[in-house]
């Protein structure tokens, strides 16, 4: 996690880094995770009488709620962490600068809760198939479809023997010095080779992302024709 926070520092958040896609996918599955509005399939307050809605009262019922309002806190603290900077942010006074990254990770938690509040007020509960359609059709392609793409795009533009420090340290050097051995004019025509590296690496991720996608898709298409022939025989 240290890691992570320090990685986005000088307002090099992740939200931006990677996109808003990863962002966007984890907000919706960590709402559908949480069982919160529109994703509130279990409880169903409105239309089901039964479970700890009449069978318990008092403070054993409260602590229902209060063990659904620990996850948002949670969920939220994780989601500002991974991809809001965690508690980085500008320090105002620095006569106090140990109090302001609790301020500033406070603020984006309660940020994060007052969206699941507002999300509760606005939104209509979601069907169940709905929510499969979702998952399946949209987050997971998406989600699999996206990293393949940042991953082939986090390829180096260039790959050197002499300068490491452009692919990976140590590791970039022993691979370099093991292309060299193989092939001696490693050395002067590694910038054609790099290029041509990410091309295939950028090519691959996105024929890779197009097949899942489609995959998915077309199962989930021919998932629901076989259903619905079910249905109607």
Do not use: C
Not at 86 to 98: C, F, H, K, M, V
Not at 163 to 171: I, K, N, Q, R, S
Not at 183 to 205: I, K, M, N, R
């Amino acid at each position: 996690m240290k890691g992570i926070v320090a990685g986005q520092a000088t307002w090099n958040w992740n939200v931006a880094a990677t996109g808003v896609v990863p962002f966007l996918v984890f907000v919706v599955a960590g709402t559908a995770e949480l069982n919160r509005p529109p994703f509130d399939l279990v409880e169903a307050e409105q239309e089901l009488v039964g479970g700890f809605h009449t069978e318990y009262s008092s403070i054993r019922f409260a602590l229902f709620y209060l063990a659904e309002f620990m996850n948002m806190i949670t969920m939220s603290a994780i989601a500002v962490t991974l991809f809001l900077g965690g508690p980085n942010g500008p320090i105002l006074i620095d006569r106090i600068a140990w109090v302001w990254p609790v301020l500033w990770f406070f603020l984006k938690v309660l940020a994060f809760l007052f969206t699941f509040v507002w999300l509760r007020a606005t939104l209509p509960r979601l069907r169940y198939d709905q929510l499969m359609d979702l998952g399946w059709k949209v987050l997971i392609p998406v989600s699999l479809g996206w990293f393949l793409l940042v991953a082939a795009l986090a390829q180096p533009a260039n790959v050197r023997p002499d300068e490491p420090e452009l692919h990976g340290g140590d590791e970039g050097a022993q691979l370099a010095a093991q292309f060299t051995s193989i092939y001696p004019g490693f050395a002067e025509h590694s910038p054609l080779l790099a290029q041509d590296a990410q091309l295939v690496w950028l090519s691959t991720g996105l024929t890779v992302g197009a097949a899942v996608v489609g995959a998915t898709v077309g199962a989930a298409v021919v998932g629901d024709a076989v259903g619905g022939s079910h249905a109607h025989s």
